[in-house]
């Protein structure tokens, strides 16, 4: 596929993209999510890749979000099916992915823009981020999973202000609240998001997956995440992973990971 709007640079393992309309303080359309869907969609399937950061271009904004020329005269049915297809082609398969994405959060993350940063495994902001959910501002409310995202990440009573308030908080309270897990200068960011992939990509790929899968089972009604988490630690024990795992600890090497 030829994309248009991301930028897709595989290095040491990890899939960089970026989302590339900085004129647009790389809004999310139509086109740049159904690109997304595509690259991340090839990733899980590449096994070149081992992870995934997602970034913005330029130094002003990871993704100020949504294009809001696209849905302004959406009918209660077309914005319906606006909101699911963010949700199943992009968010939830961030959400679920067995390899890890981190969000490097370059500048603002505006409403679509949080909600993707929010569907990362991992949230490093810069110094000079700003982040909200500014929906109701325009009469609508978060349509990408930010109303469920946020209360998960930051307790209900700080969810509902932010939302209700439609409030821009900078990086550092971000970072008090359990927003992003980590807030570096604009300069440290990017390599510091790659330090960070190195490190997980040092781990067990087929133990990576079991744990992000575990922990999402926490987050579904219906599902009981310590029943899913014994069975995820019984089906690491027949892998090799496992096997060079406890060889390596016990012959006090540096273990050498398959993801088999």
Request: charged letters at 20%; aromatic letters at 6%.
């Amino acid at each position: 596929m030829t994309y248009e709007n991301l930028l897709l640079e595989i290095k040491d393992r990890v899939l960089w993209i970026t989302i590339n309309r900085e004129s647009k303080l790389n809004a999310l359309n139509k086109a740049t999510l159904a690109e997304l869907h595509f690259a991340l969609s090839d990733a899980f399937q590449n096994p070149e890749v081992g992870g995934i950061i997602i970034t913005g271009a330029g130094s002003k904004a990871f993704v100020a979000g949504a294009d809001i020329s696209e849905f302004a005269g959406l009918s209660l049915d077309e914005g319906r099916v606006f909101a699911q297809e963010g949700h199943h082609k992009v968010m939830d398969i961030i959400h679920n992915s067995e390899k890890p994405i981190i969000a490097a959060i370059n500048g603002f993350a505006l409403g679509g823009g949080l909600e993707l940063a929010m569907a990362c495994h991992i949230r490093i902001a810069a110094d000079n981020a700003k982040l909200g959910l500014p929906e109701v501002t325009l009469g609508l409310i978060p349509g990408y999973g930010g109303t469920q995202r946020l209360a998960q990440l930051v307790g209900r009573g700080r969810a509902l202000e932010l939302i209700l308030t439609a409030d821009m908080i900078a990086a550092e309270q971000a970072l008090q609240i359990g927003l992003v897990n980590q807030v570096v200068s604009q300069d440290d960011l990017m390599a510091t998001a790659a330090e960070k992939m190195q490190k997980i990509l040092s781990r067990a790929p087929v133990a990576l997956a079991a744990a992000i899968q575990a922990v999402n089972a926490s987050l579904v009604d219906g599902v009981n995440g310590f029943e899913v988490e014994i069975d995820q630690f019984g089906r690491c024990f027949d892998t090799e992973d496992f096997k060079e795992g406890v060889a390596a600890f016990l012959e006090k090497r540096k273990a050498n990971f398959t993801g088999k």
